[in-house]
Nanobody
Framework: QVQLVESGGGLVQAGGSLRLSCAAS????????????MGWFRQAPGKEREFVAT????????TYADSVKGRFTISRDNAKNTLYLQIDNLKPEDTAVYYC?????????????????WGQGTQVTVSS
């Protein structure tokens, strides 16, 4: 199994920052360890879940949605099995539930329905 537990969401004023965390665990996660592609999606009310960012757990280049480039930074701490999403200069349109994701195939990040494992989500609300 793979367990993903997000934290760090909250209510923030526009222009502020947040850092989301995702703690990964489970036997399946440990077995494939460096093979994972970890990432973040978000879902605003009434909208479909959308891709935010992904990074290989083993290291290498991250990929971002165009809408978040320059403001969002994905990173990881392998020793702590934790994925992060630093969000700067928050905008009201960033309001959404943010989900941590894990999949062995990075191509699956093109369609959220293909992604294998999900966290429960953490709410980010940005006030104007």
């Amino acid at each position: 199994q793979v367990q993903l537990v997000e934290s760090g969401g909250g209510l923030v004023q526009a222009g502020g920052s947040l850092r989301l965390s995702c703690a990964a665990s489970g036997r399946t996660f440990s077995i494939y360890n460096m093979g994972w592609n970890m990432g973040w999606f978000r879902q605003a009310p009434g909208k479909e879940r959308e891709f935010v960012a992904t990074t290989p757990w083993s290291g290498g280049s991250a990929t971002y949605a165009d809408s978040v480039k320059g403001r969002f930074t994905i990173s990881r701490d392998n020793a702590k099995n934790t994925l992060y999403l630093q969000i700067d200069n928050l905008k009201p349109e960033d309001t959404a539930v943010y989900y941590c994701a894990a999949d062995l195939n990075y191509r699956n990040y093109r369609d959220y329905r293909r992604v294998a494992y999900w966290g429960q989500g953490t709410q980010v609300t940005v006030s104007s």
